[in-house]
């Protein structure tokens, strides 16, 4: 089981700057893969970005080049550090957790809002 503590977000205006963290309970050899998926309004949710154990990277495209995640395995901590922000990036952003087991568990979410 995998608990997940997210923090970050919030308002910002266009160009501004955000970072989110994660942080997940559980020894670090039994996630696979951490990340983020956003849900704008009226939109379904969709992949921002992923990192596995091992270091390697998904990104959305809209983001990519913005957007940039890392990972801490030691603290079982993933962040989200969010450039040059747009208003299209408003959404409420989940933390996502895959297990080595493919167990997959999400955070409550937290909202992010770009306007001027």
């Known amino acids: 089981q995998v608990q997940l503590v997210e923090s970050g977000g919030g308002s910002v205006q266009p160009g501004g700057s955000l970072r989110l963290s994660c942080a997940g309970s559980g020894s670090s050899s039994s996630i696979r893969a951490m990340g983020w998926y956003r849900r704008a309004p009226g939109k379904t949710r969709e992949l921002v970005a992923l990192?596995?154990?091992?270091?390697?990277?998904t990104y959305a495209g809209p983001v990519k080049g913005r957007f940039t995640i890392s990972r801490d395995n030691g603290k079982n901590t993933v962040y989200l550090q969010m450039n040059s922000l747009k208003p299209e990036d408003t959404a409420v952003y989940s933390c996502?957790?895959?297990?080595?087991?493919?167990?997959?568990?999400w955070g409550q979410g937290t909202q992010v809002t770009v306007s001027s």
């Open positions: 990192i596995y154990t091992y270091g390697t990277t």
């Open positions: 996502y957790v895959l297990s080595s087991s493919r167990a997959e568990y």
